[in-house]
């Protein structure tokens, strides 16, 4: 069955501490959560990826924004994949994890669009995995001029440029 990653949805990404939360914060978890209630309930493995941040940082291990946030619900038999740079398969667990499902594809959701999630897409695609990103389910803030939503339905585009499969949560789970 094919893998759901959900990519750095961490307490510092909803918890308004250090950033703002997430553009639209609880539509993203609705969502979120939508795409694991599926998951869960057709036998698809799920995996969260947890960014590690440099000292100081508001998602440093230890810190009150680096863990999984809890509204999620994450299992207890979901494992976490920590990171410390933007490719999620920079950690060769996860990509072992991936590889012991008997997966070709993975599907992906999670945080910051347009950082952790652009490289995973990129670092899934090189690692030879058919890809999916569930268009509504992965979040940003505005930056650079550029609203959360243009820079999403930026990377929605760019994602199908380069590949991957961009779906909608209802198209994804049939809700």
Do not use: Y
């Amino acid at each position: 069955m094919t893998p759901i990653l959900i990519i750095d949805l961490q307490t510092g990404m909803f918890d308004g501490v250090n950033e703002p939360p997430l553009h639209d914060a609880d539509t993203l978890v609705a969502r979120t959560r939508a795409v694991m209630a599926w998951a869960r309930a057709a036998g698809h493995p799920v995996a969260f990826v947890r960014h590690d941040g440099k000292p100081g940082d508001g998602l440093a291990p230890g810190k009150p924004g680096w863990p999984v946030w809890p509204a999620l619900g994450q299992a207890e038999d979901e494992p976490t994949f920590s990171k410390s740079v933007g490719d999620a398969f920079s950690n060769p667990q996860l990509g072992a994890w991936i590889d012991a499902q008997g997966a070709g594809e993975v599907v992906l959701l999670g945080a910051q669009t347009d950082q952790c999630v652009a490289a995973t897409v990129k670092g899934a695609l090189a690692a030879g995995l058919k890809v999916t990103v569930v268009a509504d389910a992965h979040g940003t803030w505005d930056w650079a001029g550029e609203t959360a939503p243009q820079i999403i339905a930026r990377h929605n585009g760019a994602f199908a440029e380069a590949g991957a499969r961009v779906v909608s949560t209802a198209e994804l789970t049939g809700g």
